[in-house]
């Protein structure tokens, strides 16, 4: 996919701005739902891409779990 330069963002912008923007994607949502939810599963798989870390966390569930368990069952107000 080509890079998207700030002026072709710009371009793209103005362009929905000037078809109508938001009221232009109600329309195309209510007229065409299979085209509205293809531009929308593009527009979230690129967030989702987007906001994938770069670090792995590990997790020991069962430590976890014993460590919520064990807050559970303290008389309330303790921690």
Same mark, same amino acid.
């Given at each position: 996919m !080509?890079?998207?330069? =700030?002026? $072709?963002?710009d371009g793209i912008g103005a362009a929905f701005?000037?078809?109508?923007?938001?009221?232009?994607?109600?329309?195309? !949502?209510?007229r065409d =739902?299979? $085209?509205?939810?293809l531009l929308l599963g593009k527009l979230l798989q690129a967030e989702v891409k987007a906001a994938q870390p770069n670090t792995?966390?590990?997790?020991n569930l069962g430590k976890e779990m014993a460590a919520a368990e064990a807050r559970l069952t303290q008389p309330s107000g303790k921690k």
């Amino acid at each position: 996919m !080509a890079k998207l330069t =700030p002026e $072709i963002l710009d371009g793209i912008g103005a362009a929905f701005e000037k078809v109508g923007g938001v009221d232009y994607l109600t329309e195309i !949502a209510l007229r065409d =739902p299979p $085209i509205f939810f293809l531009l929308l599963g593009k527009l979230l798989q690129a967030e989702v891409k987007a906001a994938q870390p770069n670090t792995t966390n590990t997790l020991n569930l069962g430590k976890e779990m014993a460590a919520a368990e064990a807050r559970l069952t303290q008389p309330s107000g303790k921690k």
